[in-house]
């Protein structure tokens, strides 16, 4: 008898279910009716009438798809639109939009290092970043989270060659914001590179939104590159890499995953071009969202839970296991809040969480009703 040659998935399923690791697709109907704390929608322009009307007139005009890679057929009047408005915005000489932000860092950290370059990753870095270091076959140092000194020592410790410091901006775990100005200094000192992942910041940080590294003063610096998503507070879909325009025509040559990868869906980059307008029109949004998140973690810690102050849009609250954290998260929904659950090995550290997710256009009531939600759901210890 041939043996099955995956026999070995159900073994692995075995393990993950003995530690409440299991993982499973929910799709969602188009009104769930659950006060929707769990996606990333930070401005709350996903479903603005200017952003699905720019989406809707984008595909009518262009097309469902881009037809083909963005060096071929994929690049169209919009993403050049895109690309000049949002560098603009942000601070930085040029921009290179591809299909998502994990695309986007793909891009970055295998475009800008070779074999014989270092990378020094913060301990909590996002999962794109963890696999673009991988495929970058460069030598890559892991430091403990949002520490400076520690960046510093190991750069000191590979003096003459080509670095690049890679951290998110904000981390997507516990909201917290990484020393920005800091490393730029350490980098600056030791000739490296600044990679910055600021999918939690753009929108929520810097005036009227203008992203981590522009509240940090770093934005346009010569030896600066970020990458952003679209499908946060944009409420679109996409990626972009941000920075010198001798980087980004570097990729545009290097980067197989902008080469290689069909471009950004038209009605994408109408809607994130059409929300990016909107954000520049209304710069409110950006306070919006932070004091909802203040008021989120106030309200939580009020309740005796433990919920790391927010730097931006992520609120995030400790569970005592990755049981628990499941059970919280559906006691939530049951209650109409729908919450994120974070576990192993999404998290670092091994502790598990919820994660609310502040959003601009959410009323001092609507908080209100999230807090009680989520302390009355708690799980018993």
């Not at 057929?73 to 040029?94: K, N, P």
């Not at 038209?266 to 306070?287: F, V």
Request: aromatic fraction near 4%.
């Amino acid at each position: 008898m041939t043996q099955d040659p995956f026999e070995w998935i159900e073994d692995e399923s075995g393990h993950r279910r003995r530690a409440g690791l299991v993982r499973t697709l929910r799709p969602r109907a188009a009104d769930c009716g659950l006060l929707d704390l769990a996606g990333n929608d930070y401005l709350g322009l996903c479903r603005h009438p200017e952003v699905t009307a720019a989406a809707a007139d984008a595909a009518h005009r262009w097309g469902a798809g881009a037809t083909g890679s963005r060096l071929v057929t994929g690049s169209t009047a919009l993403h050049a639109e895109l690309e000049e408005e949002i560098a603009a915005f942000c601070g930085f000489d040029a921009a290179l939009v591809l299909s998502s932000g994990y695309a986007a860092n793909l891009a970055a950290l295998t475009a800008l290092t070779t074999r014989d370059s270092l990378i020094v990753s913060d301990a909590g870095n996002h999962a794109s970043i963890i696999d673009g270091c991988r495929l970058s076959r460069a030598r890559t140092e892991i430091t403990a989270h949002a520490d400076a000194e520690a960046v510093r020592g190991v750069l000191g410790a590979h003096a003459g060659r080509r670095a690049l410091v890679v951290t998110d901006g904000v981390f997507s775990v516990d909201g917290d914001a990484a020393p920005l100005a800091a490393l730029a200094g350490v980098c600056r000192e030791r000739g490296a590179a600044l990679l910055v992942d600021d999918a939690h910041g753009l929108g929520v940080l810097g005036e009227g939104g203008r992203g981590a590294p522009h509240a940090a003063g770093i934005a346009g610096g010569a030896g600066v590159v970020a990458t952003l998503t679209l499908s946060k507070s944009l409420g679109s879909q996409g990626g972009v890499v941000l920075g010198p325009a001798a980087v980004i025509d570097h990729l545009v040559n290097t980067a197989r995953t902008f080469i290689f990868d069909t471009g950004l869906a038209p009605a994408a980059a109408g809607a994130a071009l059409a929300a990016l307008r909107l954000l520049r029109r209304e710069p409110e949004r950006a306070a919006r969202v932070r004091t909802v998140a203040m008021a989120l973690h106030r309200g939580l810690t009020e309740r005796g839970l433990t919920s790391v102050r927010p730097d931006a849009a992520v609120v995030s609250v400790h569970a005592p296991s990755p049981g628990a954290a499941v059970e919280w998260a559906a006691n939530c929904r049951a209650a109409g809040l729908a919450v994120g659950c974070f576990r192993p090995p999404s998290v670092p550290d091994g502790v598990s969480r919820v994660r609310l997710t502040a959003r601009a256009d959410l009323t001092d009531q609507q908080i209100a009703r999230a807090v009680a939600a989520v302390a009355g759901a708690a799980p018993v210890s």
